[in-house]
């Protein structure tokens, strides 16, 4: 890793099963986990533009790695300019981000782990295609030629197209948004229980996860997109479908994102994503890198206990940051790292 936020340069080697990053605040510990999330998913999980992961003055960032299943090993990098992401797959460049997501898959508590509760549905629907795509192998196609027909009947309402033209797209886009939402459904059938258990351990009460799929009613969505025609074009945009899809996370019945404390709301975020790192790695048969900063924010000693409990029961290479090592039993750290000014001691 070169030239990566307040970190110079760092070459580190990590325990198969639990890491921990500690130091003060500003210390760099978080920059170290938001680079392996890069290094799967090719993106910040805290910043929406990548040119400000590279270190100030420098021309740009690079990290490499290592990753091992049951197949082999791999050598991925990724390399971070102010032109774009260059993505490397076995000294290849060129690779796409899919390949990234297939050769790591990482998940990520965050700091603001809260706004997955609260925020825009967006988040929700990264988390919810992110176990899609790893366990449904032809979701990648479904979702890109879903987009492709998006696009294209878009394009036709800023252009002012006759019905008919608007109308082929309506059924290309039905046809293709059928495909994306029973791929979805499958699998929340299966995360769905996860997520009820998890959330049930983490706040002592009932958790429902509800599906929106994007678009109202019982109506088809051919019927759907007629009926939105004329707004559409108004707009200039499609304003229903799979991409406007989102995911309500419940507490006994009542609408999380208005009811539920900050820690209730880190929780159910913590909730969803675990629930996803468990049924992945089931489903693919291999340990993801699960990333999580600062699990103590928020929670009093008791939750913190079963929090920890519930993260570790998942058979995945695990990276805390903590700014202490409250409620980390010492026997359980395979790996220990010391962050001061963006530099990473190993402890003994």
Same mark, same amino acid.
């Given at each position: 890793m070169a030239h990566f936020r307040c970190i110079g340069s760092?070459?580190?080697?990590?325990?198969?099963?639990?890491?921990?990053? *500690? $130091?003060?605040?500003?210390?760099?510990? *978080?920059?170290?986990? =938001?680079?392996?999330?890069?290094?799967?998913? $090719?993106?910040?999980?805290?910043?929406?533009?990548?040119?400000?992961?590279?270190?100030?003055?420098q021309p740009s960032a690079e990290i490499g790695g290592k990753v091992q299943d049951a197949t082999g090993s791999r050598q991925v990098g990724v390399r971070v300019a102010p032109g774009g992401l260059e993505i490397h797959i076995q000294g290849t460049s060129g690779g796409t981000v899919a390949e990234l997501a297939s050769a790591l898959p990482v998940q990520a508590i965050h700091?603001?782990?809260?706004s997955l509760v609260q925020g825009p549905p967006e988040s929700r629907r990264r988390i919810l295609d992110w176990g899609v795509?790893?366990?449904?192998?032809?979701?990648?196609?479904?979702?890109?030629?879903?987009?492709?027909?998006?696009?294209?009947?878009?394009?036709? %309402?800023?252009?002012?197209?006759? &019905?008919?033209?608007?109308?082929?797209?309506?059924?290309?886009?039905? =046809? #293709?948004?059928?495909?994306?939402?029973?791929?979805?459904?499958?699998?929340?059938?299966?995360?769905?229980?996860?997520?009820e258990e998890?959330?049930?351990?983490? %706040?002592?009460?009932?958790?429902?996860?509800?599906?929106?799929?994007?678009?109202? $009613?019982?109506?088809?969505?051919?019927?759907?997109l007629l009926a939105n025609r004329e707004g559409d074009r108004q707009a200039g945009y499609t304003r229903i479908g799979p991409h406007r899809a989102d995911l309500r996370l419940d507490v006994a019945g009542e609408a999380s994102r208005w009811r539920a404390s900050r820690g209730q709301q880190k929780l159910l975020g913590a909730a969803l994503v675990?629930?996803?790192?468990? *049924?992945?790695?089931?489903?693919?048969?291999?340990?993801?890198?699960?990333?999580? &900063?600062?699990?103590? #924010? &928020?929670?009093?000693?008791?939750?913190?206990?079963?929090?920890?409990?519930?993260?570790?029961?998942?058979?995945?290479?695990?990276?805390?940051?903590?700014?202490?090592? =409250?409620?980390? &039993?010492?026997?359980?750290? $395979?790996?220990?790292f010391h962050v001061e000014h963006g530099e990473a001691n190993a402890l003994l």
């Open positions: 760092a070459e580190l080697t990590f325990d198969p099963r639990i890491n921990l990053f *500690t $130091g003060g605040n500003a210390a760099g510990k *978080t920059s170290f986990l =938001e680079a392996i999330y890069l290094l799967g998913r $090719g993106r910040s999980f805290r910043a929406a533009d990548n040119r400000v992961l590279i270190q100030s003055g700091a603001d782990i809260g795509f790893h366990v449904e192998h032809s979701y990648l196609d479904s979702w890109r030629r879903f987009r492709r027909t998006l696009a294209q009947r878009n394009s036709a %309402l800023r252009e002012g197209a006759a &019905d008919a033209v608007v109308a082929a797209w309506d059924e290309a886009i039905a =046809e #293709a948004a059928a495909a994306v939402d029973r791929l979805r459904r499958q699998h929340l059938e299966i995360l769905q229980p996860v997520v998890l959330g049930r351990q983490l %706040l002592d009460a009932p958790v429902f996860l509800n599906y929106l799929p994007g678009w109202a $009613g019982d109506a088809p969505l051919q019927a759907a675990l629930a996803q790192s468990m *049924t992945v790695t089931r489903q693919l048969q291999r340990p993801i890198a699960l990333l999580v &900063d600062e699990p103590a #924010a &928020d929670l009093d000693a008791g939750r913190l206990r079963e929090f920890l409990r519930l993260i570790l029961a998942i058979p995945a290479q695990v990276f805390f940051a903590s700014i202490t090592r =409250e409620g980390f &039993d010492p026997a359980m750290a $395979g790996a220990m």
